[in-house]
């Protein structure tokens, strides 16, 4: 992978902060001329398109349709705010940016609406053309896509403009295909309340999480792109997008302005994840001394970033064993630990169970402790019990 030195991606200021390095070469800045947290150096173009293509997460079908499923809420969530902003009893023309597993699209089948998405991952785009029969999602790039003449009445982006190595491009591209009366909403983590969890660790280690905005710094960002705030609110609370807020822009005729330095906000976040990091590391390191045989439930990005926190303060090899219910996953290995399918025989060998899941960890945790009771193994949530 082709890594590239980086300005500033909101003002282009080459005057920043160092605040945390990751063991990957990334390392976390702030930028001293409008605040904006963002990682350095990036990933080219290419290299990110590539990495999107395959990116998934490990949830078969039932979990990702699971009314109870975090992703689910958010789609929810999402759809209310949008649809409390603009009319969805009315004839328009929606593009969700990101369009991910087609959820958020798939709440407006009962409506009027024509809706398109965007999806540069291969099998959440299968899944939303094939599970959901979304017919308008392409495979693709933003700039590869083909949408025709019309343009769009709205436009969603949510949680992607972090991923970009160039967000202002996108932003420039979303008010072309915009019409002027129309409404773009985007959300994104809130750096003023971004909890510092395994996802995020992850994230930022492999340079998935390219920058980190408050909302006076995506604020500024936007008017720098012809675009104006209208509203903006924090998201609920939940394991999947902890700390993440939604905002409503409008097109503007005026270019942007500079927001002050928040230092603060980046170097609290950055103390908060290494205070993470230990806990997590006490946590296991206990286990360890007591000779604990310790299994991981679940065998996707947020058990690999787990397992390489621990694997940086050298206690990866307290996990013998991951467990999955994707048949894909099983027989595998994840950073070198076997993958098997959870059966209720192998119990007498482990002690413990930690439920690794982004947004399913409820779900997991109240099968298995369903399944282990009365057996001698004791079920910890990375969420409800460690990261508190």
Same mark, same amino acid.
Request: hydrophobic content about 40%; some cysteine.
């Given at each position: 992978?082709?890594?590239?030195?980086?300005?500033?991606?909101?003002?282009? =200021?080459?005057?920043?902060?160092?605040?945390?390095?990751?063991?990957?070469?990334?390392?976390?800045?702030?930028?001293?001329? %409008?605040?904006?947290?963002?990682?350095?150096?990036?990933?080219?173009?290419?290299?990110?398109?590539?990495?999107?293509?395959?990116?998934?997460?490990?949830?078969?079908?039932?979990?990702?349709?699971?009314?109870?499923?975090?992703?689910?809420?958010? =789609?929810?969530?999402?759809?209310?705010?949008?649809?409390?902003?603009?009319?969805?009893?009315?004839?328009?023309?929606?593009?969700?940016?990101? !369009?991910?597993?087609?959820?958020?699209?798939?709440?407006?089948?009962?409506?009027? $609406?024509?809706?398109?998405?965007?999806?540069?991952?291969?099998?959440?785009?299968?899944? !939303?053309?094939?599970?959901?029969?979304?017919?308008?999602?392409?495979?693709?790039?933003?700039?590869?896509?083909?949408?025709?003449?019309?343009?769009?009445?709205?436009?969603?982006?949510?949680?992607?403009?972090?991923?970009?190595? @160039?967000?202002?491009?996108?932003?420039?591209?979303?008010?072309?295909? +915009?019409?002027?009366?129309?409404?773009?909403?985007? =959300?994104?983590? @809130?750096?003023?309340?971004?909890?510092? @969890?395994?996802?995020?660790?992850?994230?930022?280690?492999?340079?998935?999480? +390219?920058?980190? %905005?408050?909302?006076?710094?995506?604020?500024?960002?936007?008017?720098?792109?012809?675009?104006?705030?209208?509203?903006?609110?924090?998201?609920?609370?939940?394991?999947?997008? %902890?700390? !993440?807020?939604?905002?409503? =822009?409008?097109?503007?005729?005026?270019?942007?302005?500079?927001?002050?330095?928040?230092?603060?906000?980046?170097?609290?976040?950055?103390?908060?994840?290494?205070?993470?990091?230990?806990?997590?590391?006490?946590?296991?390191?206990? $286990?360890?001394?007591?000779?604990?045989?310790?299994?991981?439930?679940?065998?996707?990005?947020?058990?690999?970033?787990?397992?390489?926190?621990?694997?940086?303060?050298?206690?990866?090899?307290?996990?013998?064993?991951?467990?999955?219910?994707?048949?894909?996953?099983?027989?595998?290995?994840?950073?070198?630990?076997?993958?098997?399918?959870?059966?209720?025989?192998? +119990?007498?060998?482990?002690?413990?169970?930690?439920?690794?899941?982004?947004?399913?960890?409820?779900?997991?945790?109240?099968?298995?402790?369903?399944?282990?009771?009365?057996? @001698?193994?004791?079920?910890?949530?990375?969420?409800?019990?460690?990261?508190?």
């Amino acid at each position: 992978m082709v890594l590239l030195a980086v300005q500033c991606p909101s003002c282009e =200021a080459s005057s920043f902060r160092e605040l945390l390095e990751f063991g990957t070469g990334y390392s976390s800045r702030v930028c001293e001329v %409008c605040g904006l947290n963002f990682l350095a150096p990036v990933p080219t173009d290419e290299d990110l398109k590539v990495m999107y293509a395959s990116f998934e997460q490990s949830y078969p079908s039932r979990d990702i349709v699971d009314s109870e499923n975090d992703f689910v809420a958010f =789609a929810r969530d999402r759809f209310s705010f949008v649809t409390e902003r603009v009319d969805k009893s009315k004839e328009g023309r929606l593009l969700e940016i990101g !369009s991910s597993y087609g959820l958020f699209l798939n709440l407006f089948k009962e409506t009027p $609406w024509e809706v398109h998405g965007v999806e540069p991952s291969v099998l959440p785009a299968s899944f !939303s053309k094939q599970d959901l029969a979304l017919k308008n999602v392409q495979n693709c790039m933003l700039d590869e896509a083909d949408f025709g003449q019309k343009g769009f009445d709205v436009i969603c982006s949510f949680h992607v403009i972090e991923h970009l190595r @160039n967000p202002k491009k996108m932003l420039l591209t979303a008010r072309k295909l +915009l019409k002027n009366d129309g409404r773009l909403f985007i =959300a994104t983590p @809130n750096l003023i309340e971004l909890e510092t @969890n395994i996802i995020h660790y992850f994230f930022l280690r492999h340079g998935l999480h +390219l920058m980190q %905005c408050t909302p006076r710094t995506l604020e500024s960002m936007l008017r720098r792109c012809g675009f104006e705030m209208v509203s903006c609110r924090q998201e609920e609370d939940r394991p999947a997008e %902890c700390g !993440s807020m939604i905002v409503e =822009a409008k097109k503007s005729s005026y270019g942007g302005v500079g927001s002050p330095a928040e230092y603060e906000y980046a170097l609290k976040f950055c103390r908060k994840m290494q205070k993470m990091k230990r806990r997590l590391s006490e946590k296991f390191a206990g $286990w360890a001394e007591g000779g604990l045989d310790v299994a991981v439930y679940g065998a996707g990005v947020h058990t690999r970033g787990l397992l390489e926190l621990l694997d940086e303060e050298g206690l990866a090899i307290s996990v013998q064993t991951i467990y999955d219910d994707n048949p894909a996953k099983v027989g595998g290995r994840l950073c070198d630990i076997p993958v098997k399918a959870f059966r209720e025989d192998r +119990l007498g060998d482990i002690d413990l169970i930690v439920v690794s899941s982004l947004a399913a960890e409820k779900q997991i945790i109240d099968r298995l402790e369903g399944i282990v009771n009365g057996e @001698n193994v004791k079920i910890f949530g990375i969420y409800r019990d460690i990261v508190v």
